[in-house]
């Protein structure tokens, strides 16, 4: 099973943009995508949600609660929205989910919530599910000042739980990057041991026009 889990180094960084761009390659290529999502908080805020960026990013018709099985109105961390709701986030039905979505695909690709050490319920972290699925990893991450720390402490929260890191993807890339921004690739990749892939602005209301972006080894 071709799969991918992206995380980030944190809420707002490029996550979505970049399972949607990883998901429209593998399909582009012949696959059929799936993707998934554990929890959405926010719904009561206006804008795309990011499942539907993904089914349309991935060409998928899986309906809401077979992308993302737990939904919640106000923009808060999923443990939290959960418990706003009188409702409780259950790890073995987020597998179940997963599991299901995969199985009726040639490739999945997941996006976390928040980033790794987010908890979806007591203490089972966003980390957990992603050593539970065990697909590798790829991390969104801004490309300006701060990147370097917030990514390399994030590659470390991975590997201290033997997830395999597959990529960074710095989002958005500017055409013409800063001296910071190309020095924060480079220091990435070498402080980390890690591929550094790049993406660009993106048009996210049309997919066609995207460029494709692949993780080493066909993931
Ligand atoms: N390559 C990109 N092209 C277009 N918009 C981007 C890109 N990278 C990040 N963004 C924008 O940055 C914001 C956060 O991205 P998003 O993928 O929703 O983050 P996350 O899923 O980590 O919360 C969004 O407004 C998104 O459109
Ligand atoms: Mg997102």
Redesign the pocket.
């Given at each position: 099973m071709n799969g991918v889990f992206v995380t980030?180094t944190?809420?707002?960084?490029?996550?979505?943009?970049?399972?949607?761009?990883l998901a429209h390659t593998l399909a582009a290529g012949g696959a059929r995508v799936a993707v998934f999502k554990p929890c959405v908080t926010g719904l009561e805020e206006d804008g795309e949600t990011?499942y539907a960026l993904l089914r349309r990013a991935a060409g998928s018709s899986q309906s809401d609660a077979e992308i993302a099985p737990y939904r919640y109105g106000p923009p808060v961390s999923p443990h939290l929205g959960a418990e706003l709701a009188g409702d409780q986030i259950d790890p073995a039905r987020l597998r179940e989910v997963a599991d299901a979505a995969a199985a009726g695909a040639d490739a999945i690709v997941c996006?976390g919530v928040?980033g790794l050490m987010v908890p979806l319920s007591g203490d089972y972290l966003v980390r957990d599910l992603a050593a539970e699925l065990g697909y590798p990893l790829a991390i969104?991450a801004a490309p300006g000042l701060g990147t370097i720390n917030h990514t390399l402490v994030t590659i470390e929260a991975a590997r201290a739980v033997e997830l395999e890191v597959a990529a960074v993807v710095l989002?958005?890339?500017p055409g013409q990057p800063s001296a910071v921004e190309r020095s924060n690739r480079e220091t990435i990749a070498t402080l980390g041991a890690v591929e550094v892939l790049t993406?660009?602005?993106?048009?996210?209301t049309a997919p066609q026009t995207w460029p494709a972006l692949a993780l080493t080894g066909d993931r």
């Open positions: 980030g944190g809420t707002e960084v490029g996550k979505t943009v970049v399972a949607a761009a990011d996006e928040g969104a989002t958005p890339w993406l660009p602005w993106l048009d996210l």
